[in-house]
């Protein structure tokens, strides 16, 4: 994230009257249901992977009502997506606010509230993440794959979303595009390579489960 850039547009909005709320880690709160998702959903959610966040509130029950991309646009054409115009000279205080505000984040260390997010609009159902997964975090029903134990994920591990036939698969703290919901092809492989994963999981898989071994993550892993 931007942090002048997210404390610059919040500082706009700000003087402008809207109501303004900083969210550390939409991640945690979806994993963990809060009361708040209801609220944050209904307002303008400003983030830098609208697919990612539209997707992530999807799997927690709630529909984003509109997510704007402050990756892509410049400070100014996101206000001005929202019919608002900048003024350094009259923001610098609140900006200087929301940037204490984003600097005491607790630190990101992608070990947080880490899992997959399903985008329903691309995935076709195949079950291949299901299948792939080691630590139980998918479960399929009726022919839907869902991700039902998220906190089973391994920490900063995206591999399933490397094998997914139709990119369906985000990680919203991994680091590149598409996995990251971003639309730019920062990392990319082939079909051939993706068959390849796929294959050599299933073989892990069928050992683990000759072997007993339960689908669970251990503390610290
Ligand atoms: S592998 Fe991708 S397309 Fe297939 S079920 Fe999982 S998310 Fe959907
Ligand atoms: S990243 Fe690994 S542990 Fe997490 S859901 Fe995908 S396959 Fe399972």
Redesign the pocket.
Known sequence: MDKEKAAGIAAALKNEGYEVAMVPDLCRKAMEASPELPEIAAGVILACHPRAVHSLLEWAGQDAKQVEDIRSNSREEALARLGISCSETRDAAEKERFRNEIAAFPAENGTDAWY?V???T?????????D?CLFGV?T?ANKR?RVTQPQNCKNNCPA??R???????IFPKYEKSPINGGTALEETFTPGEMDAMYRERLQQRLQQRKAGIPLLKKEGE
């Open positions: 997959p399903l985008d329903k691309k995935c076709i159902e195949c079950g291949k993440c299901h792939f998918y399929v794959v399933c979303a094998m997914c036939p139709n990119r369906a698969i």
